[in-house]
């Protein structure tokens, strides 16, 4: 189906969210939406799919024009969206979610789950989706989530696919399957637009490429441009992809873990006897495939996870026996690994979730009684510095796109003085834009001494940020390497539990082609998961020979 | 041409009180339904202080309106200490608390310092000196019977005190905090299990309060059926108000004005009372149906508009 969107316009108040813009879609092309944080990509898509009104424009299918009033009506069209941040019932099957909202009745009004599930696996099947329809939702990793959010557009026959950012949440190896399935989709004439942040993957599979900038269409670019001219068509001005940084002159030893353990209420050990320690002035990243116990690492030095055994010291001073508010208080910044769940309150304004943590700091309360004006004055200064997008800080945080809300928690966890920082996935959703201003804050606030824990599955930032590297897989970890002398080969064996020297003497006797592509340090590698079969695969170590 | 506005007020005290208590507990995600026990306790401990004691005039009143006040605040903090030490539902342990505050009442209302006519149903009545003053006294509109107590004003005070603390103080940032993301308050530092403590105590001595309108005003002494239906009632009207401080002022006195006017209607022209239940269903019903009617039409939820106009941060960068 032949999608096309001419002269939408849609206004929030004095913003103009989307002006004039128009976008074409051939039939089974693969459209990448490019722009900065708040650009408009999600409210476009918005409109598209009957969620926002426009305020102007309109909305051709195959060169019908059409209105929708709600999603209901896109979605009978042939339209089908998973969004930035999908929504799925935890509780239910596969099948039951796919039925959610579309209900194929039997005969009496009753559900037809066979039928729903029937046609799970038949879409399942037929691009290779690997999906159990009687699974459920919470069971279900990030990454089939998001095939089950696919598969529930697909069931409805959807001609024209929205991904909005879905690889923000995917882990390497996900995202090289979801390409594969972008792929096949491809093949079968379902047209695709596609947003994302990583410039690799626009280039590995879009077909076209529109960049947006402030609401507008700024230009098409072809998928053969190098990162950098993408970057700087995005942001408007020259972005440079890698970290600059001096060499670290780290001090002693500030914050130290020793033996800690950290067992689920389920009784699976979540840490597992981990020890190590970050020194002054020095970022260690901490790398691994999600879920390997790096979520619970953080979340217990913060001290929001039960410590079952071991200790941890932070400038001399145990933490133990202290609460989430005693070490916030002690000068840890936490930036946690989701920021929708954990970082903001989406029904508060921007500036209360500016000082979400130290609202009764002598900064912002006298005794019990709140200043307005100061959380206000706060807001506004801490909101320019990090360059958030908004329009009033009185707005509800949930008007901010999906990274302006992410700059918010950063913005919260890092401008006060900090004696260490541990942030999760600090750039998930950012764009590239952001994401350099973001590690030159990292690396400013460890020139001034502090200690830094990064955790991050993105290898491209780990390499980049890092002064040393643990990797962790299995709630273990698997080394620490120094972060001058690690490859992308290395780290990747080490993710699926290889140990340090056997990874080293493997990645040098093999190099996959990401990276030969590091070593040769060419300008934007050409990079394209989809064409790595080398890559290390992380998930699946027993299929290593 | 007056008194059905003051007696619209006299039926909105308790209404108002008891409803800011339910909708501070909304604000914290906590489902209070044990405002009806919270009144009974407040009013027994008012009504105790009020006619058992002898204190010098405004001190007496003082205590007595404290004591209701601690009542409700103590019966509330129950369930919301069972909840933050066990995780006991709120809403269950409330409801079997409201039995027990009615079989409570029946009880002390049999004992010989509370039942000297040994009818079972009526306390002594509550001395002058612990008595809500009249609001309009006899020298400012002589010969006057409106029955408009200081309690209103009680009410008032109590709904600017609940706006402060919801909009300007730190506990009521952790109550709203709690009450729209648990996980995202307890990250930023705060203490789930204490808010829900200090919602509930809140909540119930506001309750508590409303309990004094009764014995201290309306009243004057203390009955089996102190709490009539006004905790439940409560309810509907902090969900009327959006669980807003004068949201639910104002449905306060709507469903005060209901009342009042209900019993006058019933009496004049032979109208069943039962109808003003229907209109408050149906007020209710038609203030919840927006988004209930965009749910079953999928219709768009209007965009929000920014309140304030100013310019946009396209300068920046
Ligand atoms: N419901 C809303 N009310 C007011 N403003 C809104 C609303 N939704 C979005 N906006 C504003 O519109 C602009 C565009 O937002 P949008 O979510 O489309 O950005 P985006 O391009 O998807 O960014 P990101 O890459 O961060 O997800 C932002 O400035 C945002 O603050
Ligand atoms: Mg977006």
Wanted: net charge negative; hydrophobic share 45%.
């Amino acid at each position: 189906m032949k999608l096309e969107l001419r002269g939408i316009t849609k206004v929030f108040g004095p913003l103009v969210a989307n002006d004039h813009i128009d976008l074409v879609v051939e039939p089974g092309e693969i459209h990448a939406l490019l722009g900065e944080n708040g650009a408009g990509k999600s409210t476009l898509m918005n409109v598209l799919y009957g969620l926002y009104d426009p305020d102007g424009g309109e909305i051709l299918l195959d060169g019908e024009q059409v209105r929708f009033k709600g999603p209901g009506d896109a979605v009978a069209a042939g339209i089908g969206m998973v969004h930035q941040h999908f929504m799925l019932v935890p509780v239910f099957t596969v099948a039951e979610s796919v039925a959610l909202g579309y209900e194929p009745a039997g005969p009496g009004g009753v559900l037809d789950l066979d039928r729903a599930r029937q046609r799970v696996t038949e879409i399942s099947e037929r691009f290779g989706f690997h999906v159990d329809p009687d699974a459920l939702i919470e069971d279900l990793p990030v990454g089939v989530q998001q095939r089950v959010e696919i598969i529930k557009a697909l069931s409805r026959d959807a001609k024209v696919l929205i991904l909005d950012e879905p690889t923000a949440v995917l882990t390497p190896q996900e995202t090289d399957e979801l390409i594969g399935i972008m792929g096949e989709l491809k093949e079968a004439g379902t047209s695709i637009v596609f947003i994302t942040h990583k410039l690799r993957e626009v280039r590995a599979v879009a077909d076209k490429i529109t960049v947006i900038r402030r609401g507008k269409v700024v230009g098409e670019a072809s998928p053969s441009s190098t990162e950098t001219e993408l970057a700087s068509m995005m942001v408007g001005r020259s972005v440079s992809l890698t970290v600059d940084k001096e060499p670290a002159t780290p001090g002693g030893p500030a914050f130290v873990v020793e033996d800690l353990t950290v067992v689920s209420p389920a009784g699976n050990v979540l840490v597992d006897d981990i020890s190590f320690e970050v020194r002054a002035g020095e970022i260690l990243c901490i790398a691994g495939v999600q879920g390997n116990g790096q979520t619970e690492l953080a979340e217990a030095i913060l001290g929001l996870e039960e410590v079952d055994s071991g200790r941890m010291v932070l400038d001399g001073t145990e933490l133990g026996g202290t609460g989430v508010r005693d070490r916030l208080r002690a000068g840890i910044g936490f930036v946690p690994e989701d920021r929708s769940t954990d970082g903001v309150i989406s029904s508060f304004t921007i500036a209360e979730n500016l000082v979400l943590d130290i609202y009764d700091t002598p900064d912002f309360a006298r005794g019990v009684t709140m200043s307005p004006t100061k959380v206000a004055e706060n807001a506004v200064r801490r909101a320019d510095e990090f360059d958030v997008r908004y329009t009033d800080v009185q707005d509800p945080i949930s008007t901010l796109s999906g990274g302006n809300a992410q700059k918010v928690v950063l913005a919260r966890e890092m401008s006060r003085p900090l004696r260490l920082l541990v942030a999760s996935q600090p750039t998930r959703g950012l764009d590239v834009g952001s994401i350099e201003f973001v590690h030159n804050r990292v690396v400013r606030e460890r020139d001034k001494g502090t200690p830094c824990i990064i955790v991050s599955t993105e290898l491209d930032e780990v390499l980049g940020l890092a002064d040393r590297i643990a990797v962790m897989y299995r709630g273990r970890i698997v080394g620490v390497v120094d972060g001058a002398d690690a490859d992308r080969d290395m780290l990747g064996l080490m993710m699926a539990g290889v140990p340090l020297e056997d990874a080293r003497r493997q990645a040098a006797e093999h190099h996959s082609v990401l990276g030969e592509a590091d070593r040769a340090e060419t300008p934007g590698a050409p990079a394209a998961a989809a064409e790595t079969p080398h890559t290390p695969d992380p998930a699946s170590p027993e299929e290593r020979p | 041409m007056v008194k059905p506005l003051t007696e619209s007020m006299v039926f909105s005290v308790p209404l108002i009180l008891a409803g800011l208590g339910i909708a501070v507990g909304f604000r914290a995600g906590l489902f209070n339904i044990g405002a009806q026990g919270q009144i009974i306790v407040g009013a027994i401990v008012a009504a105790w202080l009020g006619f058992a004691f002898d204190l010098p005039p405004v001190v007496h009143l003082l205590v007595a309106i404290l004591g209701g006040a601690i009542g409700g605040a103590v019966y509330g903090g129950i369930p919301g200490v069972l909840k933050a030490r066990f995780g006991a539902n709120e809403v269950i342990v409330t409801i079997m608390l409201n039995y027990i505050a009615v079989y409570l009442i029946s009880f002390i209302l049999r004992q010989p310092t509370f039942n000297p006519g040994r009818t079972g149903q009526r306390s002594p009545a509550v001395s002058a000196d612990a008595t809500y003053p009249l609001l309009i006294p006899e020298w400012l509109v002589p010969g006057n019977t409106f029955r408009l107590h200081w309690g209103f004003v009680v009410a008032v005070l109590a709904t600017v005190f609940v706006w402060w603390l919801l909009e300007r103080s730190t506990v009521g940032f952790e109550i709203r905090a709690v009450g729209a993301n648990p996980k995202a308050a307890r990250t930023a530092g705060m203490s789930v299990g204490r808010t829900t403590i200090i919602t509930m105590v809140v909540a119930g001595a506001l309750a508590g309060l409303a309990a004094t309108g009764q014995v201290l005003g309306t009243e004057g002494s203390l009955t089996a059926g102190v709490a009539a239906s006004y905790g439940f009632d409560a309810i509907t009207v902090a969900l009327l108000g959006r669980s807003r401080p004068w949201g639910t002022f104002f449905a306060g006195l709507l469903f005060g004005a209901l009342k009042a006017g209900g019993f006058l209607m019933q009496s004049l022209t032979q109208t069943p009372i039962d109808i003003v239940l229907v209109v408050q269903s149906l007020i209710v019903l038609f203030i919840a149906a927006p988004p209930l009617v965009r749910t079953i039409f999928r219709l768009p939820a209007p965009s929000a508009r920014p309140r304030s106009r100013r310019a946009v941060k396209e300068a920046a960068a």
